[in-house]
């Protein structure tokens, strides 16, 4: 057969803890990916474009650290090793994605104004008025590391 995920080498019969290992390590790679997808980070693969959603990014790494607290003991030091390093680089991409300010739409063109005639006076703010709807909606998350 010619799997492109099982290199020509490998006999049928390979030991099945090394392609479990194998099958791990290509989960936490997986989700790994798909949260840097999520967050930003790398391009969407089939449309090219930069895809940003923390809630769905953030459901990735929950699952990654429930995979690291309910094996613990139970890896091997590789297993566990690209499960901390994947753990550790999308905990700094999230931190950062939400830290960095959202990208602003290019502002608004103010309206020409016809010749000879003076721009009206812009009205002061209220200090009382109400806080911007977009403000309310802007979620933080404070999850600790």
């Given at each position: 057969?010619?799997?492109?995920?099982?290199?020509?080498?490998?006999?049928?019969?390979?030991?099945?803890?090394?392609?479990?290992?194998a099958?791990?390590?290509?989960?936490?790679?997986?989700?790994?990916?798909?949260?840097?997808?999520?967050?930003?980070?790398?391009?969407?693969?089939?449309?090219?474009?930069?895809?940003?959603?923390?809630?769905?990014?953030?459901?990735?790494?929950?699952?990654?650290?429930?995979?690291?607290?309910?094996?613990?003991?139970?890896?091997?030091?590789?297993?566990?090793?690209?499960?901390?390093?994947?753990?550790?680089?999308?905990?700094m991409?999230?931190?950062?994605?939400?830290?960095?300010?959202?990208?602003?739409?290019?502002?608004?063109?103010?309206?020409?104004?016809?010749?000879?005639?003076?721009?009206?006076?812009?009205?002061?703010?209220?200090?009382?008025?109400?806080?911007?709807?977009?403000?309310?909606?802007?979620?933080?998350?404070?999850?600790?590391?």
């Amino acid at each position: 057969m010619n799997d492109p995920h099982v290199p020509e080498n490998a006999s049928p019969d390979g030991n099945p803890e090394d392609m479990r290992s194998a099958l791990f390590a290509q989960l936490v790679v997986q989700q790994s990916s798909m949260a840097m997808m999520l967050l930003g980070k790398t391009p969407h693969p089939a449309s090219g474009q930069v895809v940003c959603d923390l809630e769905s990014a953030k459901l990735f790494i929950d699952q990654l650290e429930m995979l690291e607290v309910k094996t613990k003991g139970n890896l091997t030091p590789e297993e566990a090793a690209i499960l901390k390093q994947s753990l550790m680089s999308l905990r700094m991409a999230f931190v950062d994605c939400v830290n960095s300010p959202p990208a602003s739409a290019p502002p608004k063109p103010e309206p020409a104004t016809p010749p000879g005639e003076a721009p009206a006076a812009a009205e002061p703010a209220k200090p009382d008025a109400a806080p911007v709807a977009g403000d309310e909606s802007r979620k933080k998350f404070t999850k600790k590391y």
